[in-house]
């Protein structure tokens, strides 16, 4: 029997300050914390590298995101925030429930001074999204619609990844469109099923 995982569980990142990133993820996500934690003095678990750490929900679930302050010994003080390119973490990814919520996120955001990167449609996935860096300057990106794999387990085709205006990018012609497409996908599946 292979042995897979249900779904992704958390996201740990170390940050400069944990307040203030609890307050980015809190006003702009709504995210709530569960706790905050300051790790024993005798360094076991992830209080061998962690001082203290805050865990931060959606829903009922304890945490999908740990917040990690380092131990001033492990950490230089001038260490850089988080890199552009390189290795290690891209970016996180947070669905929203409607476009109207993914550009009310989006104008809150850049009403509040928060970085802005970009805002695109296309490519896998093919979700209308915006990408913004939080405090230590970590990629996030929201988006809404993300395709669904069908029974067949195939990805449809999508459109080339293209920058959009999130503000004025017609949502309701884009859903109609997608309908259309997989609507047409279905009859090619159902017309291979009866030869």
């Not at 915006?130 to 993300?146: K, M, Q, S, T, V």
Request: proline content about 4%.
């Amino acid at each position: 029997m292979e042995v897979r995982v249900v779904r992704l569980g958390h996201v740990g990142l170390t940050v400069r300050d944990i307040d203030r990133t609890i307050d980015f993820y809190s006003t702009y996500l709504g995210m709530r914390l569960t706790e905050k934690f300051e790790y024993p003095e005798e360094k076991i678990g992830h209080g061998v590298a962690v001082a203290a750490g805050a865990f931060l929900r959606c829903d009922v679930t304890h945490h999908e995101m740990s917040i990690f302050r380092m131990r001033r010994d492990i950490l230089a003080a001038d260490a850089p925030d988080a890199p552009r390119y390189g290795f290690g973490l891209h970016h996180i990814a947070f669905e929203l429930n409607t476009p109207e919520d993914l550009k009310g996120l989006f104008k809150k955001m850049r009403d509040g001074g928060v970085e802005i990167v970009n805002s695109r449609k296309g490519g896998p996935g093919n979700q209308p999204r915006f990408y913004a860096r939080d405090p230590d300057g970590n990629l996030l990106e929201f988006y809404w619609g993300i395709d669904k794999i069908g029974w067949e387990g195939a990805s449809r085709a999508y459109d080339p990844i293209e920058e959009i205006d999130l503000l004025n990018f017609d949502f309701e012609a884009y859903v109609d469109r997608r309908e259309r497409d997989a609507a047409e996908a279905r009859k090619g599946i159902r017309s291979g099923l009866n030869t």
